[in-house]
């Protein structure tokens, strides 16, 4: 079975970083585009970017070019996303997401983020 | 602002059909695959439907799909208390070179 597990939950000051992990089981890491997706409290999905864990080829949303860097670890089937800069609106739970075809599934269980 | 348009609410009494809506353009529902996610309260999307009207493994057919156009639709019947949920539907924009979503419809079961 295709599961994506993330990591904990983290609290930020302003200012500074995060890296949010997904590690991917059930199938071969390499074959599909991992995304990230992100919800604030209370709002809508919101797409951050992808990225090929095969060639390590990444395309951001604009919002976040600049700011949010998608990497992998092949061997540990396990990709990341880091976020700088952070502000109160970044407080929000991010998920990843495997690019199956074309659609989102499955996704991880996500990862709370608290700016503050 | 979603690129996506859903209408923020909707609701049904047990047993009635309802249907959610989503309109787009022609760089996105018009021209791709759309998908349909629920979400529960404080877990995860998860997939409902994919390509406009399929069924992943285990979704009833309760659920369903259709597209005319930039517009496409989410039909649910027979509706039960647990079908009450926010509902998304997502698209990848050729435009935009990014997946765009709804901004989301809570259904409410009366």
């Known amino acids: 079975q295709v599961h994506l597990v993330q990591s904990g939950a983290e609290v930020k000051r302003p200012g500074a970083s995060v890296k949010v992990s997904c590690q991917a089981s059930?199938?071969?890491?390499?074959?599909?585009?991992i995304n990230w997706v992100r919800q604030a409290p209370g709002q809508g999905l919101e797409w951050m970017g992808w990225m090929n864990p095969l060639t390590g080829d990444t395309g951001y949303a604009r919002k976040f070019q600049g700011r949010v860097t998608l990497t992998r670890i092949t061997s540990k089937g396990t990709a990341y996303m880091e976020l700088s800069s952070l502000t109160s609106e970044d407080t929000a739970v991010y998920y990843c997401a495997r690019r199956y075809g074309g659609w989102l599934d499955p996704w991880g269980q996500g990862t709370p983020v608290t700016v503050s | 602002q979603s690129v996506l348009t859903q209408p923020p609410s909707a609701s049904g009494t047990p047993g009635q059909r309802v249907t959610i809506s989503c309109s787009g353009s022609s760089s996105n529902v018009g021209g791709s695959a759309v998908s349909w996610f629920q979400q529960l309260p404080g877990k995860a999307p998860k997939l409902l439907l994919h390509s406009h009207n399929q069924r992943p493994a285990g979704v009833p057919d309760r659920f369903s799909g259709s597209k005319s156009g930039t517009s496409t639709s989410l039909a649910i019947s027979g509706l039960l208390s647990e079908d009450e949920a926010d509902y998304y539907c997502?698209?990848?924009?050729?435009?935009?070179?990014?997946?765009?979503f709804g901004g989301g419809t809570k259904l409410t079961v009366l």
């Open positions: 059930g199938y071969t890491f390499t074959t599909f585009d």
């Open positions: 997502a698209a990848w924009d050729d435009s935009l070179n990014g997946w765009v």
